[in-house]
Nanobody, 121 residues
Framework: VQLQASGGGLVQPGGSLRLSCAVS????????MAWFRQAPGKEREFVAR????????YYADSVKGRFTVSRDNAKNTVYLRMNNLKPEDAGVYYC???????????????WGQGTLVTVSS
């Protein structure tokens, strides 16, 4: 199983980025896909998730209204569109795959390598 995250970079406050996570080695549509992030010195925290078939979504309060998670089951890819980025959004963003609609990192089975998002002027 491989999860390959990409799309991170340096963006100014108020800017936008779109992260992608390409998945192989599992039946993608069967899995809940989630994004987590981790800032230096902090614990990994839940950002958003999207269910497999229904594509229902759920967000952390801190990103609600600014981030949008989506998936393309034909391309085995999950996306995170991030708008109006703030300095506190900076960190390494990880995609993860799991069987249940959860928000704790320990409840996700497969992880990508992470992509760095820096928000700075």
């Amino acid at each position: 199983v491989q999860l390959q995250a990409s799309g991170g970079g340096l963006v100014q406050p108020g800017g936008s980025l779109r992260l992608s996570c390409a998945v192989s080695g599992l039946t993608f549509s069967n899995y809940v896909m989630a994004w987590f992030r981790q800032a230096p010195g902090k614990e990994r925290e839940f950002v958003a998730r999207v269910s497999g078939i229904s594509a229902s979504t759920y967000y952390a309060d801190s990103v609600k209204g600014r981030f949008t998670v989506s998936r393309d089951n034909a391309k085995n890819t999950v996306y995170l569109r991030m708008n109006n980025l703030k300095p506190e959004d900076a960190g390494v963003y990880y995609c993860a795959a799991g069987n249940l609609r959860r928000t704790r990192p320990s409840e996700y089975e497969y992880w990508g390598q992470g992509t760095l998002v820096t928000v700075s002027s």
